[in-house]
Every structure is written in C-alpha cells, then in structure tokens.
C-alpha cells in the first residue's frame, strides 16, 4: 500500500464549515478509520468537530483577527460597539470558485465581504488555509516531545468533485500561498474520500441504512455518493475494486443546491417582508442583531423535521420592525397581515412565529433541485440498477433532505453515517495514506490541444487559415481524451505527436482546451484552460521537429508531459489553468 510519510493532515475548506484532523502513520495501520480531529468550542461550550467557515480579518487585509466561531462573537460584539466597519468580515466565500466551463477565474478575482468591501479572493482563501495549518501544527506539537514542521507532513485539501480544474488550481495556490509545498499538498475530491473512508466502516456506525454496510460489499458492487454540503451537492457513482479500491463509473455532476440555498431562500423571504431598501439598512445599521438573526436560523434549519407540525420560533429584533418603520413609515405587523404571508408568519415581541409549512418550503427549492438530478442520473444504463445510495456532508445531517431522498428512492436502501459532516475530514486522511484508493475515473470533458491541419477550402472557415511553410493550415482541436472516457489514475493517455513549423524554432506553446463535446473540429468550439510552454535546444533549420503529448490524470490535476524526440528530453508540468 503506498503512503505519504509518517503523518497527514486534512483541511476539509467547507463553503459553510471547516476543520482539520490528522493521523501517524503506525495509527493508520492499526485503524484507518482513527483520526485527531479538531473539537471546536464557542462560548466555552463544545459545539462541533467543525467550525464556522468565517474570517474576521483587520483593515490591513493581511492580519486575521479571530477564525470560525470565534469571529462570529467577535464581530458581533464589535458591531455592537458600531466598530466593526474596520474589519473585514467574510464567510461562505467559497462559492466564488462554483464556476462552469468557460466562466473566467483567475488570480486577480476580488470578492465581497459581508459588507460590501472588496479583498483579492487568492489572499482570503490563502490566510483561512493559514490558519487551519497552524492551529492543526499547535495541536501536533503538543503531544509531541520533538516538534515537527510543516513540511513534514503530507496535506490534503478537498475540494468539490464538480468543480472545474481552474477552481482546484486556484486552491493549490491558495495553499501554496499559505505557505504549504505543493509535492506535499494533495487536492481530493470530497465524495472520492468519504466513499474511501465508509469503505472502511461496520453497519453499527451509520444512524441509516438498516443492515447495509458499505464495507461488506463485494467487488463490483455499485453505489451512489451524494456530498451534500453547504454550497453544493456533489454527486458520484462508485463500484468497488477491491477491500481499499473503488472506481468512478459516472463522472461527478451536482450543481450549488447546497444548505445556503436554503439561506437563500430565507433572506428572501426577509426581502419580500420588508422590502430590500429596509433589509439592506437593517444589515448595516443593525450589524449585531442581523448576526443573531442568522446564528438562531442555523440553529433552527439544522433541527427541523417534516414530522414538525408545530410554529417554528425564532428570536427577532425590534430593531428589524424599527428599522421598517423609519423607512417606510407604516408598521411591519399590518404590512404582514396585509400581505400572502398573513397566516403563515405573525410577531410577538422580539420574536417571530412561522408556519411549519411556510419554514418546510423554505427547503423545497434545494431538496427540488437535487432529487431532480438523483432521479436523472438513475436513468442512465451505468447507475440505474444501483440499490445504495450513500450521504455524506453537512447538509446531509438534515432531516429534512433525509426524509426527502428516502421518500424519492424507494428502489434504493440510503445509508447516512454518523457524523456525516466529518466524514469527509477523515476519508482525507484515509486517502492521504493510501492514494492509491481511486483506481479510474469518468472524465467530465474532452480534452486536446490546438493543433493544424490542411486547410479544406469551401469547409474550413477563413479566419482559421494559417499560411505557415507548408501552405495553408487551418487550426483545429487534436483530442487527446473523450468526456465520458474511463481513465486510469496516474497513467498518461493518448500520445500524440506534433511537429514545429518554423525555422529555428526555439520554443512550442500548446494551448490545451476542453469542451463538452466529444468531437469537435475546432477549437473555436471549446474553451481555453491553460497553456503549456516548451524551450527547445539547439534550434533546427528546418521546421518539422516532433515534440511528443500525452496528458495524465494524476489524482485529481492535470499533468502534461512532453517529449523532444531529438533530445530526448522531457518536461512533466501541471496545466496552468488560471492563465
């Protein structure tokens, strides 16, 4: 079994929450499933192995002042004390990598804090991944009577398995820039690794599932893995290759239904109430109760269940209710009983009382979107005789998406771990020390490079026509691997050769492209995702030197490796996908 070094650590970065675990390498031999994982308190009291996925950071936007809980206390008593307008106050950043294909990211990208002030998102990302670093270090140096560095330790950060490779090249850097070595950080793909780790659990340890083990099933068994976090929902299908091995068999798809959707749908709600002129000076004015306005929904969306029948009470501002009578001049109550929302929601003191019908659809929105995409994947001749479906994630903890995925897939038995939301945390852990769990995967795109061919007059357009040595050329896209191609992890594919097509040429540039096509002509079709760029030595007279490209995808990068057939000297470079 291959390993990383005597100790690993798991940054599990979470749109919502995060933490960080870590496991020796002797511990992991004795039970891969045993981890040190952060306790996070606030107020004292122990609350959870993960924390809020907050930065409170100062004017300078280079120094944080609290993390996770901590800052949420601390902004809000600066905001009660009306100084909090000097700080920069940041969480559920994450989704600003949630890109499509084609949609631009870059290093240069800024991003928002709660209040509207701008900061270089690559400088946020890097000072959260910072910290995490160096609370996990504190925490391993103190059991330790020789103390250890960093660099001593392998790191694995997970990312969502939809996202593009730009997002998870920007995450490396981030790492990188929090002063991590990139040949000791693996980027893991959240389901890959809570699908490793459950590979490794008995039926006593999941709260659903009846006798289903996940452990126990023998080769060729296939299952689904829906990571519901609080940005997205994370979708992939698993058949398992041996005791420590599973495959991908259908490439990762989901989209941003996660638990903030439900947030969404809420502040809306707020909106519609209110008006957003009144919502938008009551979060600036108001910064502090805004903030407990939020904390008791958290707590209040985690709890609710669809056998509750009951009003949902939350604790309410008369700030809120003064704030809309100093615009609008009228009284919040009467524009509440005025209004679609009359029977569902009604005020009492500095508390608000809403339908359990009204809080429930709140859900319906996220839940909606995900059974949507469940049942649209069982359609397919790969996952339609799947009998497990396997949750993972925050969002998973839900009663409400429980209830809902359970009630839509009769056909199939749905098993939900305890501790589902830290079960990511510890499959990095899992995967840190073996990366050799993940045999194959299903590409999501095709891949190539750009390329000439003979230009063919009458099909070929104009504007693509190079007239080079050779005559007339036309640029077109040379495919190296196909969306939906099954690819073995860390073995190249599909070498090609191209040849140069100047007079000394000392240099070859390949632009390499994806495209949700599978055979496109053009690269016009398809979308620009990095460049590679070769030197070459001792430049020829004549055009037509072969460099040879074959691309690998190792763990969860992209490498390209490159061949000069004259020298024989070869370059081995992730792509650079953020230009």
């Given at each position: 079994m291959a390993t990383r070094g005597l100790l690993v650590g798991a940054i599990d970065f979470g749109t919502t929450y995060s933490g960080w675990a870590f496991s020796f390498l002797n511990d992991f031999?004795?039970?891969?499933?045993?981890?040190?994982?952060?306790?996070?308190?606030?107020?004292?009291?122990?609350?959870?192995?993960?924390?809020?996925?907050?930065?409170?950071?100062?004017?300078d936007g280079k120094t944080l002042e609290e993390f996770g809980y901590d800052a949420e206390n601390k902004y809000r008593e600066l905001a009660d004390n009306e100084m909090h307008e000097e700080y920069y106050y940041f969480r559920r950043f994450k989704m600003a990598l949630n890109k499509k294909l084609g949609e631009k990211l870059d290093r240069g990208m800024t991003i928002e804090d709660e209040m509207g002030k701008s900061m270089i998102a690559l400088n946020v990302f890097a000072i959260a991944i910072e910290y995490l670093v160096g609370d996990m270090m504190k925490s391993v140096n103190d059991t330790l009577k020789t103390p250890l560095k960093k660099d001593d330790v392998h790191w694995v950060l997970t990312v969502p398995a939809i996202w593009?490779?730009?997002?998870?090249?920007?995450m490396r850097e981030a790492a990188v820039q929090a002063d991590l070595l990139t040949n000791k950080l693996t980027i893991a793909l959240a389901p890959e690794v809570a699908s490793i780790f459950c590979r490794h659990l008995s039926v006593d340890t999941a709260i659903s599932g009846g006798n289903i083990s996940i452990a126990k099933m023998p080769v060729g068994t296939r299952y689904m893995v829906l990571d519901a976090g609080g940005g997205t929902v994370d979708i992939t299908v698993h058949e398992i290759v041996n005791e420590n091995s599973v495959k991908e068999i259908q490439?990762?798809?989901?989209?941003?239904?996660?638990?903030?959707?439900?947030d969404m749908v809420f502040e809306n709600l707020l909106i519609d109430l209110a008006g957003p002129e009144v919502y938008k000076t009551f979060k600036r004015d108001e910064t502090d109760d805004w903030l407990d306005i939020w904390c008791d929904f958290e707590v209040k969306k985690r709890s609710v269940g669809p056998e509750?029948?009951?009003?949902?009470?939350?604790?309410?501002?008369?700030s809120f209710s003064k704030t809309f009578e100093e615009i609008t001049k009228g009284n919040l109550m009467d524009a509440i009983k005025a209004s679609k929302y009359a029977k569902d929601i009604e005020f009492c003191g500095d508390k608000i009382k809403i339908s359990a019908s009204l809080f429930k659809s709140l859900f319906e929105h996220s839940i909606g979107k995900t059974i949507n995409h469940v049942t649209s994947l069982l359609?397919?001749?790969?996952?339609?005789?799947?009998?497990?479906?396997?949750m993972v994630g925050g969002y998973s903890e839900s009663p409400m998406l429980q209830h809902a995925i359970k009630q839509a897939f009769t056909g199939q038995d749905v098993v939900i771990p305890i501790g589902a939301s830290s079960i990511i945390l510890r499959g990095a852990l899992v995967y840190g020390h073996s990366p050799v769990s993940i045999r194959?995967?299903?590409?999501?795109?095709?891949?190539?490079?750009?390329?000439?061919?003979?230009?063919?007059?009458?099909?070929?357009?104009?504007?693509?026509?190079?007239?080079g040595a050779n005559g007339a050329r036309c640029r077109v896209f040379s495919k190296h691997v196909e969306k939906g191609q099954i690819v073995k992890c860390n073995e190249p594919q599909v070498e090609k050769s191209y040849k140069t097509r100047n007079k000394f040429q000392s240099a070859v540039d390949f632009d390499i492209f994806a495209t949700e096509q599978c055979n496109p002509r053009y690269t016009t079709e398809c979308t620009l995702i990095g460049k590679l760029e070769i030197d070459l030595p001792e430049?020829?007279?004549?055009?037509?030197?072969?460099?040879?490209?074959?691309?690998?995808?190792?763990?969860?990068?992209?490498?390209?490796?490159?061949v000069d057939e004259k020298t024989g000297k070869n370059w081995s470079v992730f792509i650079n996908f953020l230009g």
């Open positions: 031999h004795l039970d891969p499933t045993k981890a040190s994982v952060k306790q996070w308190y606030s107020s004292g009291i122990l609350v959870t192995e993960k924390a809020p996925t907050c930065l409170l950071i100062k004017s593009t490779d730009a997002a998870k090249q920007f490439s990762a798809s989901g989209g941003g239904w996660g638990g903030i959707l439900v509750n029948n009951a009003r949902v009470n939350m604790r309410f501002p008369l359609r397919d001749a790969n996952v339609r005789k799947i009998k497990t479906i396997l194959e995967r299903v590409l999501k795109y095709t891949y190539g490079v750009d390329s000439h061919k003979s230009f063919k007059e009458g099909t070929d357009p104009e504007h693509l026509k190079v007239i430049p020829e007279e004549q055009p037509g030197r072969r460099i040879k490209v074959s691309m690998t995808f190792s763990g969860t990068e992209i490498i390209v490796k490159a």
